[in-house]
């Protein structure tokens, strides 16, 4: 499957189904969660725009294999909070997320109590529909049915920061260039 077509596929599933939260828009990558300048950086070619006619293909049960970044420097991810947040989270998600935020097989299909598992934190799934600020409050919060924890006052705001970065450095290039672009860096419109 090409994978324009399967991001396409991720996004229309995710309107669909709905966050029920309100895309904000976010500052670009802050001084503390990039690498220092020097950091060279490659350019990346932006995705060629999609048509919105393209039907949604259907979607596998089971997490889909994310491709891993192969340009990583681009993304000025300091590597330290790249370790540090891959140690935080390996201590307190990764039992519910997968080791490597892969999730489990059956994380699309509700429990008995109607609740859906953790979802896969990758790429593969929609966590990369959400701003930072967004995951921020998510992790801090908690979910409002009460299955994700709040971790607010448990984790530091640095520990929840360097999380957030380490699940950005596993999501594939074109993922991660499309959310940078379309999510948390989305253009303002003209006000008049």
């Known amino acids: 499957m090409n994978m324009r077509l399967l991001l396409l596929a991720s996004m229309t599933i995710g309107l669909i189904a709905g966050c029920g939260e309100p895309k904000q828009l976010a500052t670009p990558p802050s001084a503390t969660e990039t690498a220092p300048p020097e950091t060279p950086s490659a350019p990346s070619a932006p995705p060629a725009a999609e048509s919105s006619t393209v039907p949604a293909e259907p979607t596998p049960p089971a997490a889909a294999k994310v491709e891993p970044p192969k340009n990583l420097a681009a993304r000025k991810l300091a590597p330290e909070r790249i370790k540090r947040g891959e140690e935080t989270y390996r201590k307190n998600c990764a039992s519910c997320h997968g080791p490597n935020g892969e999730a489990t097989s059956g994380w699309r299909t509700p429990g008995p109590d109607g609740r859906y598992p953790p979802p896969p934190l990758d790429g593969s799934a929609h966590a990369w529909h959400h701003s930072t600020e967004t995951l921020e409050k998510m992790i801090q919060d908690g979910s409002v049915d009460g299955a994700m924890p709040a971790w607010k ?16 450095s596993l999501w594939p290039d074109e993922v991660y260039d499309i959310w940078y672009k379309e999510i948390e860096n989305k253009p303002q419109p003209k006000q008049n």
């Open 153 to 168: 006052g448990k984790l530091t705001d640095q520990q929840i920061g360097d999380v957030i970065v380490w699940i950005k």
